[in-house]
């Protein structure tokens, strides 16, 4: 291949410093030194981007770490030319004519990649937690860019989509189906997209944001391998940059640890509402990932095109309602249940501890001082999670509202907001002693929750007045099946 494209005697060089071949792609080439990695560009011209020339692959290389450096300091070093001395001997950065352009950055090893962390089962709740917050930070980072038709852009997705599972293959009926199908939904949501565009939502994202594009680098997750040759294909709306991972780590863990990063990105950015657009999305990146399968003669597109096609016909929302004293195992129970309830990848949890934290500007796990838990800050907390459940359902998403609901009237709020929308409502009250309650406080670490013993004992002096959401032993071994039992018939 290398013969045919005129990059012979630079692999050849390439793979000298490297040791070994390099690792092909359709468009790059990537040689894996003991201490360097080069990514060298094909000079190829597709339907999608062109690297047929010298200053294509210039430009494309620096593009590639402008974009990505900020999110991977260190991963990221260079952009240095492949240069021919005056004797024809290769050289990196010498001072002879340049031949082409690589991308210097730092080796990581293949278990660190995360679609290999996925396929042994290695993704734990902490680094699935880390995984949202990364992205939660490149998003932060990103600049508006206003002036995107977002409508258009998203009805461009969708043609060719449906052109290229087509021409890979995909039965017509079923594609056409699934256009009809998607283009619907996108009617439905335009107004709402382009008020997201308004809002700041789309920006110049990642682009390509799934499982083998993060690594695990210093010891934390980091997005890597932005798409960089097409700046219309990668600003989009943030929903739809998470998308293509949420999709991912569906087909390639499952929906608890979809949901997972669902619920922590939504925690640290406090961005509910894109769970409106996320069966658009959703279906969108599956089909991507359906008709590339298809191109490769994989069995396995068929279950991706099955994938489009459920996300755009979700199940109804419902609203489920956690309560109980500090310790009776809440945000477990939630956790639990949220990957079953609703639209893919699950239910929203919407928890105080959680929301309180972000209103300070503060990550889950920093603690606030005592003197920050002030009647009007809880009253704050409280007004925040009703209107993100409101925001959820109203988007057709499920929600669960995790919290300790000790005022009749907190309790009250949340089941109205239920009724004013016209769905499902389930209230549970998880009961416990307090000597286990206690227990469970003294050996809790790394939690939102900041309750000590003392604001177990003051809370459980309260008295929360008539209960009338169903009770439930939280040291049951079988409580989280009554719980789902009692979901399931409201």
């Not at 699950?346 to 920050?372: S, W, Y």
């Not at 999670?385 to 409101?390: F, I, R, S």
Request: glycine letters at 8%; charged letters at 25%.
């Amino acid at each position: 291949m290398s013969e045919a494209d005129g990059q012979a005697e630079i692999v050849a060089f390439l793979a000298r410093l490297a040791g070994r071949p390099p690792v092909e792609t359709h468009i790059s080439r990537v040689f894996v030194g003991r201490d360097t990695v080069w990514k060298l560009r094909k000079p190829v011209r597709l339907s999608f981007l062109d690297f047929s020339s010298l200053a294509a692959r210039e430009r494309y290389s620096r593009r590639e770490l402008a974009l990505n450096a900020p999110h991977a300091p260190g991963l990221y070093r260079d952009v240095v030319p492949v240069t021919r001395a005056p004797d024809g001997r290769l050289a990196l950065g010498g001072a002879g004519e340049v031949v082409d352009w690589v991308v210097r950055m730092a080796p990581v090893p293949a278990e660190d990649f995360l679609d290999r962390v996925a396929a042994r089962g290695a993704l734990t709740p902490t680094l699935l937690d880390a995984l949202g917050d990364a992205v939660a930070a490149m998003h932060g980072a990103l600049p508006a860019m206003p002036g995107v038709d977002a409508v258009a852009a998203m009805a461009r997705v969708i043609a060719g989509n449906a052109r290229a599972a087509e021409e890979a293959g995909l039965a017509p009926a079923a594609v056409g189906a699934w256009r009809a199908a998607a283009e619907a939904r996108h009617a439905a949501l335009a107004p709402w997209l382009n008020a997201r565009a308004r809002d700041g939502f789309v920006r110049r994202a990642h682009g390509d944001l799934h499982l083998g594009n993060l690594c695990l680098w210093q010891g934390r997750p980091v997005p890597f391998d932005a798409l960089e040759f097409d700046e219309d294909l990668a600003t989009i709306d943030l929903g739809y940059d998470l998308a293509f991972l949420l999709m991912d780590l569906e087909a390639r863990a499952d929906r608890a640890a979809a949901n997972r990063v669902l619920n922590r990105y939504v925690a640290r950015t406090g961005d509910v509402a894109l769970t409106r657009g996320l069966p658009l999305w959703l279906s969108c990146r599956a089909m991507v990932r359906a008709h590339v399968l298809a191109r490769l003669g994989a069995e396995e597109a068929a279950r991706y095109l099955a994938f489009a096609q459920a996300a755009l016909d979700p199940p109804p929302p419902c609203l489920v309602a956690i309560g109980g004293l500090q310790g009776t195992g809440k945000t477990t129970l939630a956790r639990a249940l949220a990957p079953a309830l609703g639209a893919a990848p699950g239910a929203l949890i919407l928890r105080t501890d959680e929301i309180r934290k972000r209103l300070a500007g503060l990550a889950p796990e920093e603690r606030l001082p005592q003197d920050a838990y002030t009647r009007a800050a809880t009253e704050a907390v409280y007004a925040a999670l009703e209107e993100a459940a409101a925001t959820a359902l109203a988007g057709g998403h499920a929600a669960i509202a995790d919290a300790v609901f000790l005022d009749p009237a907190e309790r009250a709020r949340i089941a109205a907001i239920a009724t004013a929308a016209g769905v499902a409502f389930r209230g549970l009250w998880l009961d416990a002693p307090l000597a286990v309650l206690e227990a469970r406080l003294m050996a809790r670490q790394g939690d939102a929750s900041d309750a000590d013993v003392a604001v177990l004992r003051q809370a459980a002096a309260r008295d929360p007045g008539p209960i009338a959401w169903a009770r439930l032993d939280a040291a049951a071994p079988d409580m989280q099946d009554r719980a789902r039992s009692l979901i399931a018939n409201p």
